[in-house]
């Protein structure tokens, strides 16, 4: 189920303790080993608990379990402040999991991670009880509405207080970076039994309770960094050098063996500094020096210099305050797991687990590892991590439907258990102990402190009601069972490890299904058929349908996230096209050859409908609905207004572009076309269009579709026309609508293609004078401007629009529109539920009269206008506005 807020999570969990129902919290996702599973009641608390709330001028946040912690960072980043967990995976992971696993990250260590950074929470106990930890008497009420609990916890900790021995493992422990079993540490670090329960609660995996909200102290952010990869010999030499690399000062050392390497250049967008090593041995730390002012990193860059330089390098190290550099050096580490596992064979699983030892044995735990994957025979297993804090990943694929492999797998697991245990270390630092180590707990604690967690389990939740079997169980053989298996399905699914870096992207996630959740359900219908289940196959095919298919935009941001870049669109697209009808495709395919009718018409049809009273067409268009199915006829708007204009042709041989003007300006209005040729006139710029651009289309409505014939003869129409209009490729393209500037590009090889907002930002503003600057200006990016990389050109222009003085806004929770050409009109809850974020921020911002509201794509700007209730245009309209001779 999904939960919409904190009553409602109470009632269920007070309905499952009742009878007797387990019950697990899903939030974001999760590792193979806390992978949130349930053969009973799965409460999904992403949807309904994403609020941020900025207190203190930032100093302090307030946010639900929901939330990303990117969209959290998002939020503080206009105040210098950010969480202090910092995971590679701040894109995905959520709040939820972030306090459940009490994960850290690559510099927070222990210091600033959820347990040392959470000031207070409002929690659901199994009971149903709930508890705002921050409400004054708030001990008091717990003590009386929770009695056994409140005095439970003050007799555990008096128990591990009155034992040396557990006090001194503790301590040893938690030096550590450490998520193994529960932090039993709280028992020593706080003395109310409520501020224990809180911190109890960090790492709990949602076995204790319900975390409905949290404040947490925020850390500074240093704004000015340099950032460099230290390249080594080989793993030992690297691994044993961090004590001196940290000595220098660096604030980050992330570790990356050779395999780690090797995998980063495949990426079209590895960094020089990576793609240039001749990987054989290697390994290297990824470092950073952070500061507040350029002068105080000039002074750590000269103070961590000689250290750096005493090294044993295999070459010079390089340290880039670059931005772009920068940003490339960490993409390639936090895209680092999803990327090797991408890699793995088909048909397995990328498992991937994370210890940590006392950082002056790292070299040690680096050589143990490399023997047991040698002595068990894995092929390229990879060893990354936090080299700072000795808390090291290592990754390997298995085959969980082999039985020898799984023997295998047992057989390293346990030499793997021994090593950590004997170098001192804990065998989960900060993925959470989940269902893989839960039977170990003991090896690890020893059999007081474990009886200490049991019964602390049974004191919060007596009737075992929450992710039973995850952190503890009496199960030895638990770990062996309900491992995930990975079916071959087809490319696009059999590359996905279900990282989940999609889904804070995708516009339908709160509607229906997420990328990783479509590929997911093609994996479960592959393994039913397999398992000759095909009464399932069928009902995961009838769902599918509108879930998987029918509400996916198609727009593509998943790939623009995926580190292994997936695009589950494409996915979808073909589908589509295997599930089309003859009829269907042989009605778009000559749609392709009389495209000027057919958008002439589609004009005509909106100008007669917004001439007649509003119910009418809309009852028109739901019976139609009714009759061919809502993914055929759209659901008419009369906020769409009338039909744009035909397009006209525009000849000049002394052209310097070709302009594409877009056939949804015919559909559905908008004055971009217009605003482009009067401001490339103003700017003494020359244009021509094709002298059939009227019949035009970047074919994109085909190739979403499925129709594969009518695309294949729009784009061979399209290129063979501006084949001519550009000379044979001598002028550039430039198209006036972002979406169809990305599907232009996939048509049109060899020949150059500017979005609309790129040419007026690099040929006609320059030759431009800003007459009436707005106040402010909101900007929408769109998908396809996220795509093409022309995000900041739109943004550019509405600076321009504003002037010197003008506030230029982009609302940190933007994301697609979902309007997706016609699916806004097919489905508008899809839009409805993709622009509701963006919207409701819009809907805060204090903006002064005479405001603009922009984007890059008149569908988008359709979609925005419904979504807010204010005019979207595109950027380039306001700017022909702006610089309008006085």
Same mark, same amino acid.
């Given at each position: 189920?999904?939960?919409?807020?904190?009553?409602?999570?109470?009632?269920?969990?007070?309905?499952?303790?009742?009878?007797?129902?387990?019950?697990?919290?899903?939030?974001?996702?999760?590792?193979?080993?806390?992978?949130?599973?349930?053969?009973?009641?799965?409460?999904?608390?992403?949807?309904?608990?994403?609020?941020?709330?900025?207190?203190?001028?930032?100093?302090?946040?307030?946010?639900?379990?929901?939330?990303?912690?990117?969209?959290?960072?998002?939020?503080?980043?206009?105040?210098?402040?950010?969480?202090?967990?910092?995971?590679?995976?701040?894109?995905?992971?959520?709040?939820?999991?972030?306090?459940?696993?009490?994960?850290?990250?690559?510099?927070?260590?222990?210091?600033?991670?959820?347990?040392?950074?959470?000031?207070?929470?409002?929690?659901?106990?199994?009971?149903?009880?709930?508890?705002?930890?921050?409400?004054?008497?708030?001990?008091?009420?717990?003590?009386?509405?929770?009695?056994?609990?409140?005095?439970?916890?003050?007799?555990?900790?008096?128990?591990?207080?009155?034992d040396p021995t557990s006090v001194a493992t503790l301590e040893r422990l938690f030096a550590l970076k450490n998520t193994m079993g529960y932090g039993l540490n709280s028992l020593l670090d706080h003395d109310d039994p409520l501020d224990v329960l809180v911190h109890l609660m960090v790492g709990s995996e949602g076995t204790l309770g319900f975390i409905a909200s949290a404040v947490f102290r925020t850390v500074e952010v240093l704004p000015h960094a340099a950032t460099g990869l230290l390249v080594f010999d080989d793993l030992a030499t690297a691994s044993s050098s961090v004590p001196d690399v940290l000595a220098t000062g660096v604030a980050t050392a992330e570790l990356l063996d050779a395999e780690s390497l090797r995998v980063a250049q495949a990426d079209p967008g590895c960094p020089a500094q990576i793609r240039r090593l001749d990987v054989r041995r290697h390994a290297a730390l990824l470092v950073e020096l952070q500061a507040d002012s350029p002068d105080a990193l000039a002074g750590l860059r000269g103070d961590a210099?000689?250290?750096?330089?005493?090294?044993?390098?295999?070459?010079? *190290? $390089? #340290? =880039?305050?670059?931005?772009? @550099?920068?940003?490339? %050096?960490?993409?390639?580490?936090?895209? !680092?797991?999803?990327?090797?596992?991408?890699?793995?064979?088909?048909?397995?699983?990328?498992?991937?687990?994370?210890?940590?030892?006392?950082?002056?044995?790292?070299?040690?735990?680096?050589?143990?590892?490399?023997?047991?994957?040698?002595?068990?025979?894995?092929?390229?297993?990879?060893?990354?991590?936090?080299?700072?804090?000795?808390?090291?990943?290592?990754?390997?694929?298995?085959?969980?439907?082999?039985?020898?492999?799984?023997?295998?797998?047992?057989?390293?697991?346990?030499?793997?258990?021994?090593?950590?245990?004997?170098?001192?270390?804990?065998?989960?630092?900060?993925?959470?102990?989940?269902?893989?180590?839960?039977?170990?707990?003991?090896?690890?604690?020893? *059999? $007081? #402190? =474990?009886?200490?967690?049991? @019964?602390?389990?049974? %004191?919060?939740?007596?009737?075992?009601? !929450?992710?039973?079997?995850?952190?503890?169980?009496?199960?030895?053989?638990?770990?062996?069972?309900?491992?995930?298996?990975?079916?071959?399905?087809?490319?696009?699914?059999?590359?996905?490890?279900?990282?989940?870096?999609?889904?804070?992207?995708?516009?339908?996630?709160?509607?229906?299904?997420?990328?990783?959740?479509?590929?997911?359900?093609?994996?479960?219908?592959?393994?039913?058929?397999?398992?000759?289940?095909?009464?399932?196959?069928?009902?995961?095919?009838?769902?599918?349908?509108?879930?998987?298919?029918?509400?996916?935009?198609?727009?593509?941001?998943?790939?623009?996230?995926?580190?292994?870049?997936?695009?589950?669109?494409?996915?979808?697209?073909?589908?589509? *096209? $295997?599930?089309?009808?003859?009829?269907? @495709?042989?009605?778009?395919?000559?749609?392709?050859?009389?495209?000027?009718?057919?958008?002439?018409?589609?004009?005509?049809?909106?100008?007669?409908?917004?001439?007649?009273?509003?119910?009418?067409?809309?009852?028109?268009?739901?019976?139609?609905?009714?009759?061919?199915?809502?993914?055929?006829?759209?659901?008419?708007?009369?906020?769409?207004?009338?039909?744009?204009?035909?397009?006209?042709?525009?000849?000049?041989?002394?052209?310097?572009?070709?302009?594409?003007?877009?056939?949804?300006?015919?559909?559905?209005?908008?004055?971009?076309?217009?605003?482009?040729?009067?401001?490339?006139?103003?700017?003494?710029?020359?244009?021509?269009?094709?002298?059939?651009?009227?019949?035009?289309?970047?074919?994109?409505?085909?190739?979403?579709?499925?129709?594969?014939?009518?695309?294949?003869?729009?784009?061979?129409?399209?290129?063979?026309?501006?084949?001519?209009?550009?000379?044979?490729?001598?002028?550039?393209?430039?198209?006036?609508?972002?979406?169809?500037?990305?599907?232009?590009?996939?048509?049109?090889?060899?020949?150059?293609?500017?979005?609309?907002?790129?040419?007026?930002?690099?040929?006609?503003?320059?030759?431009?004078?800003?007459?009436?600057?707005?106040?402010?200006?909101?900007?929408?990016?769109?998908?396809?401007?996220?795509?093409?990389?022309?995000?900041?050109?739109?943004?550019?222009?509405?600076?321009?629009?504003?002037?010197?003085?003008?506030?230029?806004?982009?609302?940190?929770?933007?994301?697609?529109?979902?309007?997706?050409?016609?699916?806004?009109?097919?489905?508008?809850?899809?839009?409805?539920?993709?622009?509701?974020?963006?919207?409701?921020?819009?809907?805060?911002?204090?903006?002064?009269?005479?405001?603009?509201?922009?984007?890059?794509?008149?569908?988008?700007?359709?979609?925005?206008?419904?979504?807010?209730?204010?005019?979207?245009?595109?950027?380039?309209?306001?700017?022909?506005?702006?610089?309008?001779?006085?």
């Amino acid at each position: 189920m999904t939960a919409r807020d904190t009553a409602a999570v109470a009632e269920v969990m007070r309905a499952c303790t009742r009878l007797r129902v387990p019950m697990t919290f899903r939030s974001g996702g999760t590792s193979l080993s806390g992978q949130a599973l349930s053969d009973s009641v799965l409460v999904d608390t992403r949807t309904g608990f994403t609020g941020v709330e900025v207190l203190d001028g930032g100093h302090r946040v307030r946010v639900q379990p929901g939330a990303t912690i990117r969209a959290v960072n998002t939020r503080l980043a206009p105040f210098g402040r950010k969480l202090g967990p910092d995971p590679a995976s701040e894109v995905a992971c959520t709040v939820g999991g972030v306090l459940a696993n009490n994960s850290s990250g690559m510099q927070c260590g222990t210091e600033l991670n959820s347990y040392h950074t959470v000031e207070s929470m409002v929690l659901v106990l199994p009971s149903g009880t709930v508890v705002d930890s921050a409400a004054p008497g708030a001990s008091r009420r717990l003590a009386e509405q929770e009695p056994e609990l409140h005095a439970g916890l003050l007799r555990l900790q008096r128990r591990v207080r009155e034992d040396p021995t557990s006090v001194a493992t503790l301590e040893r422990l938690f030096a550590l970076k450490n998520t193994m079993g529960y932090g039993l540490n709280s028992l020593l670090d706080h003395d109310d039994p409520l501020d224990v329960l809180v911190h109890l609660m960090v790492g709990s995996e949602g076995t204790l309770g319900f975390i409905a909200s949290a404040v947490f102290r925020t850390v500074e952010v240093l704004p000015h960094a340099a950032t460099g990869l230290l390249v080594f010999d080989d793993l030992a030499t690297a691994s044993s050098s961090v004590p001196d690399v940290l000595a220098t000062g660096v604030a980050t050392a992330e570790l990356l063996d050779a395999e780690s390497l090797r995998v980063a250049q495949a990426d079209p967008g590895c960094p020089a500094q990576i793609r240039r090593l001749d990987v054989r041995r290697h390994a290297a730390l990824l470092v950073e020096l952070q500061a507040d002012s350029p002068d105080a990193l000039a002074g750590l860059r000269g103070d961590a210099e000689p250290g750096l330089e005493r090294l044993p390098l295999t070459s010079l *190290a $390089e #340290l =880039t305050s670059d931005a772009g @550099e920068r940003a490339s %050096l960490w993409r390639t580490r936090k895209g !680092l797991y999803s990327a090797v596992a991408a890699a793995r064979p088909q048909g397995s699983n990328a498992l991937l687990e994370d210890v940590a030892v006392p950082v002056d044995r790292l070299g040690e735990i680096c050589r143990g590892l490399t023997g047991l994957f040698d002595t068990h025979a894995y092929e390229a297993p990879v060893i990354f991590g936090h080299a700072r804090d000795g808390n090291l990943h290592f990754l390997l694929n298995e085959r969980f439907d082999d039985a020898a492999m799984l023997r295998r797998y047992e057989d390293f697991t346990t030499d793997m258990i021994d090593l950590v245990l004997d170098l001192g270390g804990t065998l989960k630092a900060e993925h959470g102990t989940g269902r893989i180590m839960a039977p170990f707990v003991e090896r690890q604690y020893g *059999a $007081e #402190l =474990t009886g200490v967690m049991r @019964e602390l389990k049974q %004191l919060a939740d007596p009737h075992g009601t !929450l992710n039973p079997g995850s952190v503890l169980t009496d199960d030895p053989g638990l770990w062996l069972r309900d491992l995930k298996t990975a079916p071959v399905v087809e490319e696009e699914v059999d590359r996905c490890v279900e990282c989940g870096f999609c889904e804070p992207v995708c516009p339908s996630r709160s509607l229906t299904l997420t990328p990783r959740q479509r590929i997911v359900l093609r994996r479960e219908r592959e393994s039913a058929l397999a398992r000759g289940d095909h009464a399932l196959v069928a009902s995961l095919d009838e769902d599918y349908d509108y879930d998987g298919l029918e509400t996916c935009a198609a727009d593509g941001m998943c790939a623009t996230a995926c580190p292994v870049l997936i695009n589950t669109g494409d996915l979808v697209k073909r589908l589509r *096209a $295997e599930g089309s009808s003859r009829t269907a @495709e042989r009605a778009w395919t000559t749609a392709a050859g009389h495209w000027g009718t057919a958008t002439r018409a589609a004009s005509a049809a909106l100008s007669v409908a917004d001439r007649l009273p509003g119910p009418v067409p809309v009852a028109l268009s739901r019976a139609g609905r009714r009759v061919a199915g809502t993914d055929a006829v759209p659901l008419y708007d009369p906020a769409l207004g009338p039909g744009g204009e035909v397009r006209r042709p525009l000849a000049d041989p002394a052209a310097e572009a070709v302009l594409f003007s877009a056939c949804v300006g015919t559909m559905f209005g908008g004055g971009v076309d217009a605003a482009l040729r009067t401001l490339a006139e103003r700017a003494g710029v020359r244009l021509r269009t094709p002298d059939d651009l009227a019949s035009l289309c970047c074919g994109t409505p085909w190739k979403s579709k499925g129709h594969h014939d009518g695309y294949q003869r729009m784009a061979s129409t399209v290129r063979e026309s501006l084949h001519r209009a550009t000379d044979g490729g001598r002028l550039p393209v430039v198209v006036d609508a972002s979406s169809c500037t990305e599907g232009l590009t996939e048509v049109l090889e060899g020949m150059t293609v500017l979005d609309a907002t790129s040419f007026v930002r690099e040929h006609l503003l320059p030759r431009l004078s800003i007459t009436s600057p707005l106040p402010a200006v909101v900007v929408h990016p769109t998908c396809s401007s996220t795509a093409l990389g022309v995000t900041d050109d739109l943004v550019a222009l509405a600076r321009a629009c504003a002037g010197e003085a003008g506030d230029v806004r982009v609302p940190g929770a933007w994301g697609c529109c979902a309007f997706a050409g016609d699916r806004g009109l097919l489905h508008p809850e899809l839009t409805a539920s993709a622009t509701a974020p963006e919207s409701a921020e819009v809907a805060t911002m204090d903006l002064p009269a005479g405001a603009a509201y922009v984007s890059g794509n008149r569908t988008c700007e359709i979609g925005m206008s419904r979504a807010t209730g204010a005019t979207y245009r595109h950027v380039v309209e306001v700017l022909e506005e702006a610089t309008r001779p006085r």
